[in-house]
Antibody, heavy 116, light 107 residues
Framework: QVQLVQSGAEVKKPGASVKVSCKAS????????INWVRQATGQGLEWMGW????????GYAQKFQGRVTMTRNTSISTAYMELSSLRSEDTAVYYC?????????WGQGTLVTVSS | DIQMTQSPSSLSASVGDRVTITCQAS??????LNWYQQKPGKAPKLLIY???NLETGVPSRFSGSGSGTDFTFTISSLQPEDIATYYC?????????FGGGTKVEIK
């Protein structure tokens, strides 16, 4: 069955970077785009960007341009999202999700806490 | 960016009621719209894709309609397990923006 398993919770200081991984299984990793979405506590969903695991092409929301990098390692079917220059407002649960017919499978989420 | 205006932001209804949520796009997005259900502490779950197509395994009491700028999501008979927050999302243009969400509660 399709699964996306994300790395564990992170606590980071302001100004640091965080790299979240998303390991895919149960399907051909290079056949579907990966989206990244985040959600601050009690808030709505915020789309961050997408990556094509086959080509490595990416597209980022303007809000995150220059701070976010989405990459992949096809040999281990894993996508990565790195966010730099962290600030307290980046505290959120970060999700990876597969874009099939709709965004049909989601990881379990990774809590990133930014605190001094 | 395309703005997605979802309403209402919350609603309370009785079991068995028909529930309707609307989503309005700031520009024409054709039928490039998804609907998701999110329960507390869980990842969102896709219910409807391409505005009106029911995702496999999703109960038929959920439905979606619309195209262009105006979209509707309906639960034909509200069940206790439908308590959740529902989001629309457009994927016509980057960034693939979400609506603000509708929290559905039981009266």
């Amino acid at each position: 069955q399709v699964q996306l398993v994300q790395s564990g919770a992170e606590v980071k200081k302001p100004g640091a970077s965080v790299k979240v991984s998303c390991k895919a299984s149960g399907y051909t990793f290079t056949s579907y785009d990966i989206n990244w979405v985040r959600q601050a506590t009690g808030q709505g969903l915020e789309w961050m960007g997408w990556m094509n695991p086959n080509s490595g092409n990416t597209g980022y929301a303007q809000k995150f341009q220059g701070r976010v990098t989405m990459t992949r390692n096809t040999s281990i079917s894993t996508a990565y999202m790195e966010l730099s220059s962290l600030r307290s407002e980046d505290t959120a649960v970060y999700y990876c999700a597969r874009a099939g017919l709709g965004v049909d499978y989601w990881g379990q989420g990774t809590l990133v806490t930014v605190s001094s | 960016d395309i703005q997605m205006t979802q309403s209402p932001s919350s609603l309370s209804a009785s079991v068995g009621d028909r529930v309707t949520i609307t989503c309005q796009a700031s520009q024409d997005i054709s039928n490039y719209l998804n609907w998701y259900q999110q329960k507390p502490g869980k990842a969102p779950k896709l219910l409807i894709y391409d505005a009106s197509n029911l995702e496999t395994g999703v109960p038929s009491r959920f439905s979606g309609s619309g195209s262009g700028t105006d979209f509707t999501f309906t639960i034909s008979s509200l069940q206790p397990e439908d308590i959740a927050t529902y989001y629309c999302q457009q994927y016509d243009n980057l960034p693939f923006t979400f609506g603000g969400g509708t929290k559905v509660e039981i009266k």
